[in-house]
C-alpha cells in the first residue's frame, strides 16, 4: 500500500490559525497518525512542534500589523504595544518591607535596647 502523503501547503496554511490535528486530519483527509508520521520523517518533528513553528510566523506578522497601526497613531493600538510589547502597566506594584524593632526598657537601670 502506497504512503498518503500530505498536502504541506494546505497544511501550513491551517497551521498558521488556532487549528487541531484532529481538524487538519479531517480537512486533509487522512488521520491523525498519518500527519505524525509524515511530520516524523519529513521534518523530524511532531505536530505539536510544527504548529507552534508555523503559529510562531503568525504572531510574528501580527506584532509587526500592531505596531505599524501604533505608529500610524492608533491610540488604542499603541496603549496595547506598550503594555505587551514593552512591559508597560496600568499600575505599578509597591513592595513595602517593614522591619520589627523590640525596645526593652530596664525603669530600675534607666536602660534601653533595641533588639
Known sequence: ???????????????QFKTTKRFCADYLGVS???????LKEDHNSTFK????LKMGRTAV????KAIEQALKGNTTMMIFCLKNLAGWADKQEIQQTTES???????????????
Open 1 to 15: 500500500m502506497a504512503k498518503k502523503q500530505l498536502d504541506y501547503s494546505a497544511l501550513d496554511a491551517l497551521l
Open 32 to 38: 491523525e497518525d498519518t500527519i505524525e508520521r509524515r
Open 49 to 52: 512542534e510544527y504548529h507552534q
Open 61 to 64: 506578522n501580527l506584532q509587526q
Open 101 to 115: 524593632v523590640v525596645i526593652q526598657y530596664n525603669a530600675e537601670e534607666g536602660d534601653v535596647e533595641t533588639f
